[in-house]
């Protein structure tokens, strides 16, 4: 079994920004892909970005070049460096450890660890 506690949430004027942290225990996420996604009031749980253990990264295009996904060097820890924060970045952020081999990691599904969430608010 898999835990994975997000923090680091919290309110923020717009432009500003914030780092989420999300720490894994039990069997060790070094070896999967980890991400994170976002779900706001009335929307769907969409993908934000995503790290694999060779380094390599993907992210949507909502927010590309304003945040930035990485992982300490075991790959247990994964952070989400938010910058130049919107109000519609607003959201429940959830950190996500995928199977260890996502046919798109753009999909919830697949998905096999969530977070509990954090809540990030930007203001107006």
């Known amino acids: 079994q898999v835990q994975l506690v997000e923090s680091g949430g919290g309110l923020v004027q717009a432009g500003g920004s914030l780092r989420l942290s999300c720490a894994a225990s039990?069997?060790?996420?070094?070896?999967?892909?980890m991400g994170w996604f976002r779900q706001a009031p009335g929307k769907e749980r969409e993908f934000v970005a995503a790290s694999w253990s060779s380094g390599t990264t993907s992210y949507a295009d909502s927010v590309k070049g304003r945040f930035t996904i990485s992982r300490s060097n075991a790959g247990s820890t994964v952070y989400l460096q938010m910058n130049s924060l919107k109000p519609e970045d607003t959201a429940v952020y959830y950190c996500?450890?995928?199977?260890?081999?996502?046919?798109?990691?753009?999909?919830?599904?697949?998905?096999?660890?969530w977070g509990q969430g954090t809540q990030v608010t930007v203001s107006s």
């Open positions: 996500a450890q995928y199977s260890l081999r996502p046919t798109s990691v753009l999909l919830a599904s697949t998905v096999d660890y």
């Open positions: 039990g069997r060790t996420a070094r070896n999967y892909v």
